[in-house]
């Protein structure tokens, strides 16, 4: 019933809410209980180059992205800047702050800001 002729793209790009193995700490991370989607780990902060813009999951690089600093934005509040380890994409992604496991808030203070 399925076709043969998609190469291969043929997956969902909804963005979705779903439990991960961190590729950074191999941590199983939950799935966000607070309503946005989780892209990055709560344990180490690092995240996967997995969209062009957040949530759209639109990129094929899917190399791991290291968290490098913090940044403020008016009316998202605190946001960690990831850098890809590839080929060097930055995104600014929201912190969790709330629900199941939020992010380790020690790492986080610990990060300079941009
Ligand atoms: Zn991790
Ligand atoms: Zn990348």
Redesign the pocket.
Known sequence: MTSTVDGGRARSRRAENTDFV??????L?PANTDGHYRNH?P????SLHVDELPGDRASDCRALMEPVGLVEKSGKGWQVVHRCTRCGHRQPNRLVRDGAAPDDLDLVLALPWL
């Open positions: 961190c590729g950074h700490c191999s941590t991370v780990c344990w180490c902060l690092w």
